[in-house]
Nanobody
Framework: VQLQASGGGLVQAGASLKLSCAAS????????VGWFRQTPGKEREFVAL????????SFGDAVKGRFTVSRDNAKNTVYLEMNSLKPEDTAVYYC????????????????WGQGTQVTVSS
């Protein structure tokens, strides 16, 4: 499965952004889709996931209450909506898929998109 993450950009603190993860080659609804982020010198951090079981979502502690994740099966796309952005949310954001029902471990994800840069200024 090929994944294309998009929607990143430069915003001010408090703003919102909506990232997209579009898939080709496979039906995305058959997989759990995770979002991770990474800054230079650090390991990838779990942000959110939406499982192949409809409606099940999970979020990292740093983003709970501010980010939401959703699917549009007709568009074979998963979205990460980020609200009340903070400078510490600055990172490259990646989407990835796993056949597991849910996992916050990056090593469990077999396919990754190329990443999209999110920069939040103070």
């Amino acid at each position: 499965v090929q994944l294309q993450a998009s929607g990143g950009g430069l915003v001010q603190a408090g703003a919102s952004l909506k990232l997209s993860c579009a898939a080709s080659g496979r039906t995305l609804s058959h997989y759990t889709v995770g979002w991770f982020r990474q800054t230079p010198g650090k390991e990838r951090e779990f942000v959110a996931l939406i499982s192949s079981t409809p409606g099940r979502t999970s979020f990292g502690d740093a983003v709970k209450g501010r980010f939401t994740v959703s699917r549009d099966n007709a568009k074979n796309t998963v979205y990460l909506e980020m609200n009340s952005l903070k400078p510490e949310d600055t990172a490259v954001y990646y989407c990835a898929v796993t056949e597991l029902l849910a996992s916050a471990w990056a090593d469990h994800y077999a396919y990754w998109g190329q990443g999209t840069q999110v920069t939040v200024s103070s």
